[in-house]
């Protein structure tokens, strides 16, 4: 595995080794004493989950607040999303801003967001299967989510009309949150 840091603090992205041949492929997408030697975070993993998109879902900005605030390590099974972390960390340098990486069942690459982070991604391919592994449950009550399309946080999305949620579509504004980091 190859690990290199984000391009904010916290965040890191992780390409496995992939071993393929005629019969398919082989990789290890998770190793965690690999993990704690590469990063320095000696992170347990409580819950595993996993979603079903077709083109142009968009989930998103999500978070967790303190105490059942998550780290999640992110990768696509198959198909292609644009995957999207906001610092909401209010005392780092890099608050309210974003780091956005493609992630596919072709490039197999992996994103690591710790807590303090809110996370989303669009769905690029119909059928895109999204998995991740989270460091703690999770807890309905301590959840939140930033506007995806607030003009604060300048993500770029594309020239999209995407498929959300109701609960999305009511998200907090950037300049009005408060945030629990």
């Known amino acids: 595995m190859k690990f290199t840091k984000g ?3 916290g965040l890191w992205v992780i390409e496995p080794k ?4 005629h019969r398919g492929y082989f990789m290890e997408s998770f190793q965690r004493d690999r993990f ?5 975070q000696d992170i347990q993993f409580v819950q595993d989950n996993e979603s079903l998109s077709s083109k142009g879902v968009l989930r ?3 978070f967790q607040k303190p105490p059942h ?8 099974i198959s198909g292609a999303v644009l995957d999207v972390a906001v610092d909401i960390r209010k005392d780092s340098p890099t608050y309210g801003k974003h780091q956005s990486i493609l992630l596919s ?3 197999k690459t992996q994103f690591y967001i710790p807590p303090g982070f809110a996370h989303g991604f669009l769905t690029l391919e119909d059928n895109t299967l999204f998995s991740y592994k989270c460091t703690n449950f999770y807890h309905p009550e301590s959840e939140g989510s930033l506007a995806w399309f607030d003009k604060d946080l ?3 999305w594309g020239d999209i009309a995407p498929v959300i949620s109701e609960k999305d579509r009511d998200a ?5 949150f408060v945030s629990p980091f």
């Open 172 to 176: 907090d504004a950037f300049a009005s």
């Open 60 to 62: 998103g900005m999500h």
């Open 154 to 156: 300048a993500i770029e």
């Open 69 to 76: 605030a998550q780290g999640k390590l992110v990768r696509v």
């Open 36 to 40: 704690t030697a590469e990063t320095g």
């Open 7 to 9: 391009e904010i603090e």
């Open 105 to 107: 069942g072709e490039n």
């Open 18 to 21: 992939v071993f393929g041949d």
